[in-house]
Nanobody, 120 residues
């Protein structure tokens, strides 16, 4: 079994910063990619940022220049540094990892989500 646990969410004023953390535990052989998604009330879940095992990153346009995704492969951990936060960044943020557990194919795993609230 694999479990992802997020932490670091909370309430912050507009312009402030937060750092989200996601730790994966369990039987893990390879983490192909890791990413962060978010879902605001009444909206669909959307991609925020992804990071492959090779180091390639992708950011949604609405966070470019403000958010940074990083990971520690040895510790099976990924972070999302969020700066210059805006009220429209308010959402539940979810960690996602594509994980290989040999001899099986890769599978998507999700964390339980962490609430980020940005006040104006």
């Amino acid at each position: 079994q694999v479990q992802l646990v997020e932490s670091g969410g909370g309430l912050v004023q507009s312009g402030g910063s937060l750092r989200l953390s996601c730790a994966a535990s369990g039987s893990i052989d390879i983490i192909i990619a890791a990413g962060w998604y978010r879902q605001a009330p009444g909206k669909q879940r959307e991609l925020v940022a992804t990071l492959t095992s090779g180091g390639s990153t992708h950011y949604a346009d609405f966070v470019k220049g403000r958010f940074t995704i990083s990971r520690d492969n040895a510790k099976n951990r990924v972070w999302l540094q969020m700066n210059s936060l805006k009220p429209e960044d308010t959402a539940v943020y979810y960690c996602n990892m594509q994980i290989v557990r040999l001899p099986f194919q890769s599978q998507d795993y999700w964390g339980q989500g962490t609430q980020v609230t940005v006040s104006s």
